[in-house]
């Protein structure tokens, strides 16, 4: 396994426990994305990435991911294909329950030990496009 695997393993080891404090695995001046809806964003560096993350954590009881697929694109970047779990506070929606589908997806730009890019995607099949993988719809299509 390279180092750059290693390192997604060790974080979304501890996402999937619910502990997204850690923030050693970061570069300082991390570009952070959420590109599709809900809440697409752009930010730079640790502090605008914690605030994101804690806005986001704040509306969910008991929030986790749960990595299936783990996919080194290159020498820098790594795909993982993620279910989200949890409960809304306001709404009480079970994610998982509402997500169905396919699930979400963060792509991983590794540097030096460090994740230089975090790209969170609510719709895999939009993540493995933009990194130019196929998706199970173009896969269904191709065979039909």
Do not use: C
């Not at 279910?83 to 997806?105: E, T």
């Not at 130019?132 to 173009?138: Q, S, W």
């Amino acid at each position: 396994m390279s180092e750059n695997l290693e390192l997604v393993h060790s974080i979304l080891a501890e996402w999937e426990r619910g502990n997204f404090r850690s923030i050693e695995w970061a570069d300082p001046e991390i570009e952070y994305a959420i590109v599709d809806e809900p809440g697409s964003q752009l930010g730079l560096g640790v502090a605008a990435m914690t605030r994101t993350w804690r806005e986001f954590l704040t509306a969910w009881d008991d929030y986790r991911v749960e990595a299936h697929e783990y996919r080194e694109l290159d020498e820098e970047r790594v795909l993982v294909a993620l279910r989200a779990q949890g409960r809304g506070k306001a709404s009480g929606l079970d994610i998982g329950a509402a997500g169905g589908g396919r699930g979400s997806a963060n792509v991983f730009h590794v540097r030096d030990g460090r994740v230089t890019r975090l790209v969170s995607y609510f719709d895999r099949d939009r993540a493995l496009a933009d990194v130019g993988l196929e998706t199970e719809e173009d896969a269904s299509e191709a065979s039909s």
